[in-house]
Every structure is written in structure tokens, then in C-alpha cells.
């Protein structure tokens, strides 16, 4: 039985995280207080609703307590926002997932019962900035001010060379920046050897220096 999951917020990122969850196979609950939002939802989802999700009657209506997670994805009112993540957590919805704006949000959010919060705009807005003038960055994560795993393109003039040969075998190598998995295809190599050859399209999970990884398109 597939799992269910409501999604509180139709807008940009409500909207495109209730699509794939239903292309993944979930039974996927969209609610939103604007009714043509609602219509346009019709077919993309399993359901989509008009509904204030400030209204404990409206939640119990909809039966949140049934679903297996609730995700309140409403960015832009705070009070909709807290007000909604309050109701879930008091009606006992297993998992609560909730947008938070800032760490003061975030904390906020934690303290009413939600039980994993997320940064839409931070999450996004790292990655643009590390892939803005490198279009070969496709994910990253900080681990300092200055130093970060990301996931990126191999570039084509990278391939066929092992990564000895590229300079990608460490802090020390000529590149300063670690190659920790290659992905080609659905066969992940984790930690590769230095003279395993790289290959056109594939897609490395390296940590290096900020600057380094910048640098690796022009490499």
C-alpha cells in the first residue's frame, strides 16, 4: 500500500514537491485556500483540495491523522505556517515536515512538535551561488565558510584520464579537491582508486575547497 502524504501550500515549491512525490508512487494530498490553485492540481496529484489548513475541523475532515507524513510547504505567511505545523503536531500525524524561513523559524518550529524542518530558500540559494558561473556544480553542501562536498557534471575534458592523471586524488594534488564517489550510470564506485578512469557523463561527489571546485570546469 503506497504511503500518503499531505501537502499544505500549493504554491512553486508545494506544487513541485507534491508531483514527484506522486510520480514516486505516493498517495499525495495537496491543500491549498486558493480554489483555482486547486483546479489546477486536478490529474497532476492523487487529490487536491480547497481547504483552510488553519481549521482543525478542515484537518480532521481530511483525515490528516490517516496520512503517514504531512509536509506544510507555505512560505510566505508565517502565521498559516506555525498555525497549520501546531494543528498536525496536536492531531498527531506521525511525520511533520515544515518550510522554515530562518534558524529562529526553524527552532520555533522544532519546539511545536514538527519533526523536520527544511530551508527552501537557503538550500536553493547555496546551490545557485556555487553553480551560478559553473554549470557543471549540480548539488552542494557546506561543511565550512570555505569547504563543501558538491556532486558535478564531469567535464568533457576530464574524460578518459584517470583521476591521478586529472589531479583529483586529494587536498595535495595539483586540483586541492577529492573525488569520495563516482556515479555513472546506476553503478556508484565508492572511494575510488586514483588511476580509475573517468568517463564521459559521469557524475563525481567530491569535497574540496569552494574556489578549487570552481575551478575544475577549466581545468
Known amino acids: 500500500m503506497a504511503k500518503s502524504v499531505m501537502v499544505i501550500g500549493l504554491g ?27 483546479q489546477d492540481h486536478l490529474g497532476q496529484i492523487t ?11 478542515t484537518l480532521k475532515d481530511l483525515g490528516v491523522a490517516n496520512f503517514d507524513a504531512a509536509i506544510v510547504a507555505v ?32 527552532i520555533t518550529l522544532g519546539r511545536i512538535g514538527v519533526h523536520k524542518v527544511i530551508y527552501v ?29 558538491s556532486k558535478i557534471r564531469l567535464p568533457d575534458n576530464l574524460a578518459e584520464k584517470s583521476i591521478n592523471e586529472v589531479g583529483l586524488g586529494g587536498i595535495r594534488d595539483k586540483n586541492g579537491v577529492s573525488v569520495l564517489a563516482i556515479m555513472r550510470g546506476r553503478n556508484v564506485t565508492l572511494a575510488p582508486e586514483k588511476d580509475d ?5 559521469d557524475i563525481l561527489v567530491v569535497a574540496g575547497n569552494d574556489d578549487q571546485v570552481e575551478k575544475l570546469h577549466t581545468a
Do not use: C, W
Not at 506522486?22 to 480554489?35: A, C, P, S, T
Not at 487529490?47 to 475541523?57: I, L
Not at 578512469?197 to 557523463?201: A, W
Open 47 to 57: 487529490y487536491s483540495v480547497q481547504g483552510d489548513a488553519t481549521d482543525e475541523g
Open 121 to 149: 530558500e537557503q538550500e536553493m540559494g547555496e546551490t545557485l551561488a556555487h553553480s551560478l558561473f559553473n554549470p557543471d556544480v549540480l548539488e552542494y553542501m557546506d561543511l565550512t565558510s570555505e569547504f563543501g562536498i
Open 75 to 106: 512560505g510566505t505567511d508565517m502565521q498559516v505556517n506555525l498555525m497549520a505545523s501546531v494543528l498536525l503536531a496536536t492531531l498527531g500525524v506521525p511525520l511533520i515536515i515544515a518550510r522554515a524561513k530562518d534558524n529562529l523559524h526553524a
Open 197 to 201: 578512469k573517468l568517463q564521459k557523463g
Open 12 to 38: 512553486r515549491f508545494g506544487s513541485s514537491l507534491a508531483y514527484n512525490l506522486f510520480q514516486q508512487g505516493y498517495d499525495v494530498l495537496g491543500i491549498d485556500k486558493d480554489e483555482k490553485v486547486v
